[in-house]
């Protein structure tokens, strides 16, 4: 049996298990509107936790942090990204490069990868929620191959996206959160980074009548 | 052991025989309601059995022994299985003889019969209809297993009875994320398994969706109502196994008195009466899926449970 842990941890390993399932289905899923829905997802359970660690730990900025989540990543980008997707009229599929029974073994072996590596430096930190690091790990390895097996350009930002996601939850785990500075730094580079993606999105599609990057790795003139 | 014992033991397969056709009625209502059709009635699969048990069986002139036996053997199969999950109290003898794993290799046996009889006969129907049920089954059979593993570790236990006792002495409520993996893999295991409806729809008889009611297709009165109902049994005992597994509050423990064991009946009704409102609206949402989604479907089923058990080695050793 394991030893009794309190509730608050209890909740925060849901809440990060949550997270690890969510960015699982974000690799199943084909259509890109149910990813922005996801993505959203992952924000509020990323809300929660920050919230739920600032509760736990008393910590003031903890809270601000949660509110900027909140907004930002729940509310805006979602947004932002819906509105790109319907400007530019990608409402269908997007086919993954590898098919997904495949892509899921590979996103398990890297799930066990990261558990691994997140033993060891996990025993090391002392606060409470530093169990839930080898699950922010695997979530920043599963953005990763989701950007990798994606050839459309949004779906790659979206992976993107989730990754900062994972990030940002390592953060709040292992060291409850960066500086505030650094935190309103990291929202505002996303926050220009997705509006930077928007005009390259519309670059792109003038360029090669579609979003797949594979059009990309043509350079040559004629 | 006491006194009770055996008599609980029969009790709870004679309720579980009793009930399944009502819990099979109560999901077809819910789907009628959501689906703002006029309902049937609650006692329609009921009113089914005695009609099927009237009627005169036809049996066709090449079929062998083994398809009239067939029916037997399934509803035997599901009654056993009914007999080990512990649904109303944990005081139950013959789960002391066979534990979870001997249960899925029950409901492969019965899976096995079913798949056989079906190809006995020599229709184009029935074979197909055995290849893709084996199909689902292979697939969905690990992972049901590895649901089971997850509450095996938690617990060191194989058998039923245990883990709901575990749980049921654990001062306080404790939370378990890889129960949550482990319960989203058992729901889509459930799915597939009795032939709901992302992988198989029971309600039509459209031969290229068909699974299920292409092997039965042969069957008539007596022998396809055994099979019916051994189908609602199984249904029956899946939810069973879910409330052991994932909330197994309200049943009875060894000590409890027959009150305790009526209060138990009470709470498995209420349960029962919610699993299938939530069975139903699951059927209403979703579409059914091609037959050549099923195995990423369950694929996902078996990779979640897997999660499961790691997120459990990471957690909580």
């Known amino acids: ?222 | 052991m006491n006194a009770l014992a055996p008599v609980s033991q029969l009790g709870g397969v004679v309720l579980a025989v009793a009930l399944a056709p009502l819990l099979a009625g109560w999901v077809a209502q819910c789907r009628a309601w959501l689906q703002s059709r006029s309902a049937p009635s609650l006692l329609l699969p009921y009113r089914t059995l005695r009609k099927l048990f009237r009627k005169d069986a036809a049996l066709a002139t090449q079929a062998s022994p083994l398809f009239r036996a067939t029916p037997y053997a399934v509803f035997g199969a599901m009654a056993t299985a009914a007999a080990i999950i512990p649904s109303v109290t944990t005081d139950l003898p013959l789960a002391r003889v066979a534990d979870a794993i001997a249960l899925v290799g029950l409901f492969a046996t019965a899976r096995m019969f079913i798949a056989l009889a079906a190809m006995d006969i020599g229709t184009v129907f029935g074979s197909m209809g055995a290849r893709r049920e084996m199909m689902i089954g292979f697939l969905a059979e690990p992972a049901l297993l590895m649901v089971l593993f997850n509450a095996f570790l938690m617990f060191g236990s194989t058998a039923l009875p245990t883990i709901v006792k575990g749980t049921l002495d654990a001062d306080g409520l404790t939370l378990h994320p890889s129960l949550a993996f482990a319960g989203v893999a058992f729901v889509m295991v459930l799915l597939a398994e009795n032939a709901r409806i992302p992988i198989d729809n029971p309600g039509t008889h459209l031969e290229v969706t068909m699974i299920h009611e292409s092997m039965v297709l042969e069957y008539s009165a007596r022998h396809l109502a055994l099979i019916e109902w051994a189908s609602w049994l199984k249904l029956f005992n899946y939810a069973c196994i879910g409330f052991t597994l994932f909330v197994p509050w309200g049943i009875a423990p060894h000590t409890a008195g027959p009150s305790g064991l009526l209060l138990a009946i009470v709470w498995l009704l209420v349960k029962l009466a919610v699993a299938g409102a939530v069975l139903a609206v699951i059927e209403t949402v979703s579409a059914k899926l091609r037959i050549f989604r099923a195995p990423e479907f369950l694929s996902m089923a078996f990779l979640l449970a897997v999660l499961g058990l790691l997120v459990h080695l990471l957690l909580q050793s």
């Open chain 1, 1 to 222: 049996m394991m030893p009794p842990l309190n509730l608050a941890t209890q909740l925060l390993h849901v809440l990060a298990a949550g997270l690890l399932m969510i960015s699982f289905s974000m690799l199943a899923q084909r259509r890109t509107r149910r990813l922005i829905v996801l993505l959203a997802w992952q924000g509020v359970v990323l809300t929660a936790s920050t919230l739920l660690v600032a509760v736990t730990a008393h910590l003031q900025h903890l809270y601000y942090s949660a509110a900027l989540t909140l907004i930002e990543k729940v509310w805006l980008m979602p947004w932002i990204l819906l509105r790109l997707m319907r400007r530019l009229g990608i409402e269908g599929d997007s086919d993954p490069l590898v098919n997904i029974p495949t892509l899921m073994l590979v996103g398990l072996g890297l799930v066990i990868f990261a558990f691994g590596l997140a033993q060891p430096i996990s025993s090391l930190a002392t606060t409470v929620t530093r169990q839930t690091l080898g699950i922010a790990m695997a979530v920043i390895l599963l953005a990763f191959l989701m950007m990798i097996a994606r050839h459309k350009a949004v779906t790659q930002v979206i992976g993107f996206l989730s990754m900062e996601n994972g990030l940002f939850f390592a953060a709040t785990s292992t060291t409850y959160g960066m500086p505030m500075v650094i935190e309103l730094g990291i929202a505002l580079d996303l926050l220009v980074g997705v509006f930077i993606f928007g005009i390259f999105f519309f670059q792109i599609r003038e360029q090669f009548d579609s979003l797949d990057l594979h059009q990309l790795e043509a350079l040559k003139e004629d």
